[in-house]
């Protein structure tokens, strides 16, 4: 197998479903080498053994992106047995949808800690180590709440807007170095994360559950909800050569909702 990442080593943290599972799978098409990092280790097999049941390469790694010493050991077993790390995706995140009046400090540090915190420590591993060899490239999971303020989501966006921050300052202390940093802010895509916040969301708009994405179709220039595979592209192009060029930069896949 050949192609765009060929025997790239890719790590993807939040790797076992939802978007992260699409770039493990889009990038091990693309001959990358894949590292599947996730907090739930079955969930992370599942994804590895479907790659190579495919003809790809991948291992699966238990992995609390909140917790140092998990995201070290992750990064130094993944040099060891796979080689050194080209392409670091912060995909894992946790998503509460409520009132800020009702918002706690648990909820408040879960958001800050997976999603915030989490890319904060898998970039210094990454980057580290990407130091040592000769460069490597970096993609932040941000949001259409990373560049836009919303109701119910004072915690979520706190932490995507913070994550275009932590991406364009990584991009131009390390560009020197051969270290490129970019984010996507993906819109809406249907994913296990939505089934556990689906209610919430209806609750904010004053809609059934099953209204929720229908009405999101109407408020989307391209008249359709986002898929894993429109954010594992995006991913892929950022990942890949052609993307050599690009860094610091917060790319939207959302089909016209958001444009700056
Ligand atoms: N789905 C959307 O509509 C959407 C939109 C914009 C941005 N995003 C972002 O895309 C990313 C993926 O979202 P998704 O919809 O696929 O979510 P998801 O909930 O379906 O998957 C997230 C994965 O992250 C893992 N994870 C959670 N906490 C972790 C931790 N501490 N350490 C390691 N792994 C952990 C989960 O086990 C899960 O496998 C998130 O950062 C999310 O904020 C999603």
Redesign the pocket.
């Known amino acids: 197998m050949s192609g765009r990442l060929d025997k790239r080593v890719a790590v993807i943290?939040?790797?076992?479903?939802?978007?992260?599972a699409q770039i493990c799978r889009t990038f091990a098409e693309e001959g990358a080498v894949v590292a599947v990092?996730?907090?739930?280790q079955e969930?992370a097999e599942q994804v590895a053994e479907e790659i190579r049941g495919s003809a790809g390469q991948a291992i699966a790694m238990a992995?609390?992106?909140?917790n140092r010493d998990d995201v070290e050991q992750a990064a130094d077993q993944i040099e060891r047995e796979l080689g050194p790390l080209n392409v670091w995706v912060n995909?894992?995140?946790?998503?509460y949808i409520l009132p800020f009046l009702e918002c706690t400090d648990e909820i408040w540090d879960r958001t800050l800690n997976?999603?915030l915190k989490?890319a904060f420590l898998c970039c210094q591993a990454a980057i580290r180590r990407m130091l040592s060899h000769q460069g490597g490239v970096i993609i932040n999971?941000?949001?259409?709440?990373g560049k836009v303020g919303n109701s119910h989501y004072a915690a979520?966006c706190a932490s995507?807007f913070g994550i275009i921050g932590l991406t364009q300052s990584l991009a131009v202390e390390f560009a020197a170095q051969g270290i490129r940093v970019n984010a996507i802010?993906?819109?809406?895509?249907?994913?296990?994360?939505?089934d556990t916040q689906i209610e919430d969301y209806a609750r904010k708009r004053g809609l059934k559950p099953e209204e929720v994405m229908s009405y999101f179709e109407s408020k989307i220039p391209m008249g359709r909800i986002?898929t894993?595979k429109d954010?594992a592209h995006a991913a892929l192009f950022l990942a890949s050569d052609e993307a050599d060029y690009i860094t610091g930069q917060a790319l939207n896949v959302s089909g016209g909702s958001v444009m700056h």
Do not use: F
Request: glycine share 20%; net charge neutral.
């Open positions: 943290t939040g790797g076992g479903r939802g978007i992260g990092l996730d907090i739930q969930a992995c609390d992106v909140t995909n894992a995140g946790v998503s997976v999603n989490g999971m941000s949001s259409q709440s979520y995507k802010c993906p819109g809406v895509v249907p994913t296990p994360m939505w986002g894993a954010v």
